[in-house]
T-cell receptor, first 113, second 115 residues
Framework: GESVGLHLPTLSVQEGDNSIINCAYS??????FIWYKQESGKGPQFIID?????DKRQGQRVTVLLNKTVKHLSLQIAATQPGDSAVYFC????????????FGKGTTLSVSS | ETGVTQSPTHLIKTRGQQVTLRCSSQ?????VSWYQQALGQGPQFIFQ???????GRGNFPPRFSGLQFPNYSSELNVNALELDDSALYLC??????????????FGEGSRLTVL
């Protein structure tokens, strides 16, 4: 079946380090990918997205890389801050109305100062 | 703040009971999706409503049903509650334009506990 998985359930970094969170997806037909951040007791918060016709997209302190050849997605966070501590989910979908987002299980990022 | 509000924030029910969860979508959005998030897991798609009709459904039984109202707010109803229905239920709104779905904005969720 279709699934989106993350390579590591937890990641611990020091404040100021760069963080890389990885995700593997299995549906080669997926054409839209999103990273979400979920803090304790809150709903998922959009971080950055990327469409399948791109291989890199940058935001403020975050970069998403897409490798369609190996069906791999990564989120890079520069100069990680304690406020970045949360669970990070990648999600994949077909960019069509009515289509579900398929979420992975998440990676818990812990940032120590 | 996403502008998506859900109620109630927490509730406790017993097996066999029914529950209704409510969601007000962000202003300007015409589509509402519901997700179930079990503890330690990623959200799972239940269904989506567009123009007051179900417009996509995940692998959930018929006892999970929903409504969308003319003002685009929505309800999720779950009948005959089971222990495994205990989860965080998330509502997300988006703007569907010309068949393409836009960014999803999630609410804070309704935490349901079934005893």
């Amino acid at each position: 079946g279709e699934s989106v998985g993350l390579h590591l359930p937890t990641l611990s970094v020091q404040e100021g380090d760069n963080s890389i969170i990885n995700c593997a997806y299995s549906n080669s037909a997926s054409d839209y990918f999103i990273w979400y951040k979920q803090e304790s007791g809150k709903g998922p918060q959009f971080i950055i997205d990327i469409r399948s016709n791109m291989d890199k997209r940058q935001g403020q302190r975050v970069t998403v890389l897409l490798n369609k050849t190996v069906k791999h997605l990564s989120l890079q966070i520069a100069a990680t801050q304690p406020g970045d501590s949360a669970v990070y989910f990648c999600a994949e979908t077909l960019n069509q109305a009515g289509t579900a987002l398929i979420f992975g299980k998440g990676t818990t990022l812990s940032v120590s100062s | 703040e996403t502008g998506v509000t859900q109620s109630p924030t927490h509730l406790i029910k017993t097996r066999g009971q029914q529950v209704t969860l409510r969601c007000s979508s962000q202003s300007g959005h015409n589509t509402v999706s519901w997700y179930q998030q079990a503890l330690g897991q990623g959200p799972q798609f239940i269904f989506q409503y567009y123009r007051e009709e179900e417009n996509g459904r995940g692998n959930f039984p018929p006892r999970f049903s929903g409504l969308q109202f003319p003002n685009y707010s929505s309800e999720l109803n779950v009948n005959a509650l089971e222990l495994d229905d205990s989860a965080l239920y998330l509502c997300a709104s988006s703007l569907v334009d010309r068949g393409n779905t836009g960014e999803l904005f999630f609410g804070e969720g309704s935490r349901l506990t079934v005893l």
